[in-house]
């Protein structure tokens, strides 16, 4: 079994997130190949991890990683706001969240999330749901589109791209992710086509976070979240792009001054090592953000 993705931040996470119980329990809200999921198995004998994915490809990777460790990992298919709420109050030590899309799926899942790619437009975690990117980018009215590149990816071309678009699936349906690619670098003007990122990457994003609805299901699952995690146990959150990040801040921000039942222990996010962002480049746009949720009146800030 081949293993492509690296966890980010591994050693901060295993620094922040430790067991509040003798028998710990952790939920690894986006498991993917497992790669988090090891670091805290082999270093805490007596831990038990809830490993949710939606995708049913990777989560079979990530079983048969953990075979020989029994009923310690226990795979749970669905997405992570809806298996949040099924899960009882005060029952987790620790929350992880990597909002991150693995290597595996732009590497080996062959559904059209790499725009570097000659494959079928896809997208899909959930394959058995019916929305996929071929039909938003074939389907969606123009200026729909041209709304979602713009909200979902901050592209400023987003309506050039979705004009050009427009114009290529009247004459033949756009159904591989190369041929999207090429359009959109059509539709820019030369010096941002060769810019120091792909010119498709912001409308990939928009389209992938369309098709999972990634957006609409952190906020929710951060409020289950806080609900299942123990008293002094903690929640940490990795995001990639500005549109989670801000998110995530606000709800915690927010929380603590409503509730106050949460204390922040990331006043600004942390970032990558410079070692690590060289040997594993996905970690460079890295964020974490850490949160505790307060016990009695005479709760202190273990860290």
Same mark, same amino acid.
């Given at each position: 079994?081949?293993?492509?993705?690296?966890?980010?931040? *591994?050693?901060?996470?295993? #620094?922040?997130?430790?067991?509040?119980?003798?028998?710990?329990?952790?939920?690894?809200?986006?498991?993917?190949?497992?790669?988090?999921?090891?670091?805290?198995?082999?270093?805490?004998?007596?831990?038990?991890?809830?490993?949710?994915?939606?995708?049913?490809?990777?989560?079979? *990777?990530?079983?048969?990683?953990?075979?020989?460790?029994?009923?310690?990992?226990? &795979?749970?298919?669905?997405?992570?706001?809806? @298996?949040?709420?099924?899960?009882?109050?005060?029952?987790?030590?620790? +929350?992880?969240?990597?909002?991150?899309?693995?290597?595996?799926?732009?590497?080996?899942?062959?559904?059209?999330?790499?725009?570097? !790619?000659?494959?079928?437009?896809?997208?899909?975690?959930?394959?058995?749901?019916?929305?996929? !990117?071929?039909? +938003?980018?074939?389907?969606?009215?123009?200026?729909?589109?041209?709304?979602?590149?713009?909200?979902?990816?901050?592209?400023?071309?987003?309506?050039?791209?979705?004009?050009?678009?427009?114009?290529?699936?009247?004459? @033949?349906?756009?159904? #591989?992710?190369?041929?999207?690619?090429?359009?959109?670098?059509?539709?820019?003007?030369? $010096?941002?086509?060769?810019?120091?990122?792909?010119?498709?990457?912001?409308?990939?994003?928009?389209?992938?976070?369309?098709?999972? *609805?990634?957006? /609409?299901?952190?906020?929710?699952?951060?409020?289950?979240?806080?609900?299942?995690?123990?008293?002094?146990?903690?929640?940490?959150?990795?995001?990639?792009?500005?549109?989670?990040?801000? $998110?995530?801040?606000?709800?915690?921000?927010?929380?603590?001054? /409503?509730?106050? /039942?949460?204390?922040?222990?990331?006043?600004? &996010?942390?970032?990558?090592?410079?070692?690590?962002?060289? #040997?594993?480049?996905?970690?460079?746009?890295?964020?974490?953000?850490?949160?505790?949720?307060?016990?009695?009146?005479?709760?202190?800030?273990?860290?």
């Amino acid at each position: 079994m081949e293993i492509v993705h690296t966890p980010v931040m *591994k050693n901060e996470i295993l #620094s922040y997130l430790v067991p509040v119980s003798e028998n710990p329990v952790m939920i690894d809200c986006t498991t993917g190949e497992g790669g988090h999921t090891q670091a805290f198995l082999d270093k805490y004998p007596f831990l038990t991890v809830f490993g949710f994915d939606r995708d049913s490809s990777i989560q079979a *990777k990530a079983v048969e990683r953990f075979r020989s460790y029994g009923n310690r990992f226990v &795979p749970v298919n669905g997405w992570f706001d809806d @298996e949040l709420k099924k899960m009882e109050s005060s029952s987790a030590d620790m +929350i992880l969240f990597d909002l991150g899309i693995s290597i595996f799926h732009y590497a080996q899942s062959k559904r059209g999330f790499s725009f570097r !790619a000659d494959e079928k437009l896809d997208m899909r975690l959930d394959e058995n749901q019916k929305l996929d !990117a071929a039909t +938003i980018v074939n389907e969606y009215r123009e200026e729909e589109l041209a709304d979602l590149i713009y909200q979902y990816a901050e592209e400023r071309y987003s309506r050039r791209i979705a004009h050009r678009i427009a114009e290529e699936r009247s004459r @033949e349906r756009i159904e #591989s992710a190369a041929r999207l690619a090429d359009i959109i670098s059509s539709a820019v003007p030369p $010096q941002y086509r060769h810019g120091h990122i792909h010119p498709a990457t912001r409308t990939f994003q928009a389209l992938r976070i369309e098709v999972n *609805k990634e957006l /609409d299901r952190i906020t929710p699952a951060l409020e289950e979240a806080v609900r299942v995690v123990k008293a002094h146990g903690r929640i940490a959150v990795i995001t990639f792009h500005s549109l989670e990040d801000r $998110q995530v801040k606000w709800f915690f921000k927010k929380r603590a001054a /409503d509730k106050g /039942d949460i204390a922040i222990l990331t006043k600004h &996010p942390l970032t990558a090592s410079q070692e690590e962002c060289s #040997s594993n480049p996905p970690s460079r746009s890295a964020k974490l953000r850490i949160i505790e949720r307060k016990g009695d009146a005479n709760y202190e800030n273990r860290k």
